[in-house]
């Protein structure tokens, strides 16, 4: 059975940063479908959650997290059993300080 994908607010508002920021730096077309591939490299979660590596940064919560990269960016997500689906909790560009990742 397929699961659900999720995109939290949190998620969301990552993308959206993320199309801004290059939307200034590259341009629309360019930051859509950046935006674009990093959403559609969640697709295969649904059929396939484990493939992604556990994200050992965030190993102190409760939460199992595990991410998938495209580009410079993690995309990172969690399997909830309980809805049985699979929730993209944050978007998170590789290029910074690997601490930030804390940051909620």
Not at 6 to 13: E, G, I, V
Not at 26 to 41: C, F, M, R
Not at 42 to 60: R, V
């Amino acid at each position: 059975m397929a699961l659900k994908i999720y995109w939290t607010d949190f998620a969301k508002s990552a993308l959206y940063e993320i199309f801004d920021f290059n939307k200034k730096k590259a341009g629309i077309q360019t930051s859509q479908k950046l935006v674009e591939g990093i959403v559609k490299s969640t697709n295969i979660l649904s059929k396939q959650p484990f493939t992604g590596q556990k994200e050992e940064l965030l190993s102190d919560r409760p939460e199992s997290f595990r991410y998938v990269v495209f580009k410079n960016y993690k995309i990172i997500y969690w399997i909830n059993q309980t809805t049985q689906r699979v929730e993209v909790v944050d978007v998170f560009d590789t290029r910074q300080n690997p601490e930030k990742i804390n940051r909620k």
